[in-house]
């Protein structure tokens, strides 16, 4: 049996991987691969994170928390800004203490808000981690640099120590402006610091050309690319994109034989961008459609391209807009 699993993850591999960067592990209690996006540091990283944000804010998010682990994510999306660490701490626990599964078998990123007069970084993860209920989290992201605009190296230095206490086992940021990016990473290269292992940002199609210059930087430092947000052109906004994801669409379904929806081929886009993927729905049978695009074959080149200048046309944002806002 053991065998006969390894074989499959192997054949999987050789499917999936692209440029060494994405890898695929079986779980056989899972309805689906998972994708792996390994960082800088190779640290690896469930592509597919359940994000407990957007609907659930303020909200309990247990029952949701324990759908999409059973469901098969592997990967939790949580922040201060929430308001709702507590349940998806109690959704964790219970799902794990269900299963007989290891902590390290959910990958549990959650993001530093804000810090009273005071506090420190570590004050408010170890209050964020006694909400978990865990010891340490995977990944601790700034959630946005607004309120810390000329202090944000002062605050990463003191992520950098939570980093080396193992409180977080990699740290990165959210929500960064080119300006931001450039203060923080000015501020590293004086210092000595470490680059942010992963950036996550409002990302799809219609932010693409916005994003172009934050890619840029993406690259040359080794940063890699998280997106939330990336299912609206298909749940907020209509527009030049949709005829190519339902074009794109049916082409997969012709050459697969199975029903593939315009959201998938926005997951399949993201892959293509080597991105982590921060998505949600209280539906169990959305999230398993979600999981299945990564049984799907990867976007041929020319649809990857046709996706990026249908686009262009637009630019739309949906959450954070102090992202097209000037810093100051």
Same mark, same amino acid.
């Given at each position: 049996?053991?065998?006969?699993?390894? @074989?499959? %993850?192997?054949?999987?591999?050789?499917?999936?991987? !692209?440029?060494?960067?994405?890898?695929?592990?079986w &779980?056989?209690s899972?309805?689906?691969?998972?994708?792996?996006r390994?960082l @800088?540091?190779?640290?690896?990283?469930?592509?597919?994170a359940?994000?407990?944000?957007t609907?659930?804010? /303020? @909200?309990?998010?247990?029952?949701?928390?324990?759908?999409?682990?059973?469901?098969?994510?592997?990967h939790?999306?949580?922040?201060?800004?929430?308001?709702?660490?507590?349940?998806?701490?109690?959704?964790?626990?219970?799902? *794990?203490?269900?299963?007989?599964?290891?902590?390290s078998?959910?990958?549990?990123?959650?993001k530093?808000g804000?810090?009273?007069?005071?506090?420190? =970084?570590?004050?408010?993860?170890?209050?964020? *981690?006694?909400?978990? $209920? *865990?010891?340490?989290?995977? *990944?601790?992201?700034?959630?946005?640099p607004?309120?810390?605009?000329?202090?944000?190296?002062?605050?990463?230095?003191?992520?950098?120590?939570? $980093?080396?206490?193992?409180?977080?086992? %990699?740290?990165?940021?959210?929500?960064?402006?080119?300006?931001?990016l450039?203060?923080?990473?000015?501020?590293?290269?004086?210092?000595?610091?470490?680059?942010?292992?992963?950036?996550?940002?409002?990302?799809?199609? &219609?932010?693409?050309?916005?994003?172009?210059?934050?890619?840029?930087?993406? $690259?040359?430092?080794?940063?890699?690319?998280?997106?939330?947000?990336?299912q609206?052109?298909v749940?907020? $906004?209509?527009?030049?994109?949709?005829?190519?994801?339902? !074009?794109? =669409?049916?082409?997969?379904?012709?050459?697969? /034989?199975?029903?593939?929806?315009?959201?998938?081929?926005?997951?399949?886009?993201?892959?293509?961008k080597?991105?982590?993927?921060?998505?949600?729905?209280?539906?169990k049978? !959305?999230?398993?459609?979600?999981?299945?695009?990564?049984?799907?074959?990867?976007?041929?080149?020319?649809?990857?391209?046709?996706?990026?200048?249908?686009?262009?046309?637009?630019h739309?944002?949906?959450?954070?807009?102090?992202?097209?806002?000037? @810093?100051?």
């Amino acid at each position: 049996m053991m065998q006969s699993t390894t @074989r499959l %993850e192997i054949n999987i591999k050789a499917i999936y991987t !692209r440029s060494g960067e994405l890898s695929v592990v079986w &779980y056989p209690s899972s309805p689906t691969v998972v994708m792996i996006r390994t960082l @800088r540091s190779d640290v690896k990283v469930p592509v597919f994170a359940f994000g407990s944000g957007t609907a659930l804010y /303020g @909200r309990d998010a247990t029952s949701q928390v324990v759908q999409a682990l059973q469901t098969g994510f592997k990967h939790l999306d949580a922040a201060q800004f929430y308001s709702n660490e507590k349940s998806v701490g109690e959704g964790l626990a219970i799902y *794990l203490s269900s299963t007989s599964q290891d902590r390290s078998s959910v990958f549990v990123t959650t993001k530093f808000g804000k810090k009273d007069p005071g506090q420190t =970084a570590k004050d408010v993860l170890k209050t964020e *981690l006694a909400n978990l $209920k *865990l010891d340490y989290v995977d *990944l601790y992201l700034i959630h946005t640099p607004v309120a810390f605009e000329g202090k944000l190296g002062t605050l990463w230095k003191e992520f950098e120590e939570l $980093k080396k206490e193992g409180l977080a086992k %990699e740290i990165g940021i959210s929500n960064f402006r080119v300006g931001d990016l450039e203060e923080l990473l000015g501020s590293i290269e004086s210092n000595g610091g470490e680059v942010p292992a992963i950036h996550q940002i409002e990302f799809h199609p &219609y932010l693409l050309k916005y994003n172009l210059p934050i890619l840029e930087i993406h $690259k040359k430092y080794g940063i890699t690319l998280a997106s939330y947000g990336g299912q609206t052109p298909v749940t907020k $906004k209509d527009g030049p994109v949709t005829a190519e994801l339902q !074009r794109i =669409a049916g082409t997969l379904e012709t050459e697969t /034989g199975k029903k593939v929806t315009p959201g998938q081929v926005l997951l399949k886009w993201l892959d293509a961008k080597e991105a982590i993927i921060v998505t949600t729905s209280s539906k169990k049978a !959305r999230l398993e459609e979600y999981l299945a695009a990564a049984d799907l074959p990867v976007l041929a080149p020319e649809d990857v391209k046709a996706i990026d200048a249908a686009g262009m046309k637009q630019h739309f944002r949906g959450f954070m807009h102090h992202m097209d806002r000037p @810093r100051g």
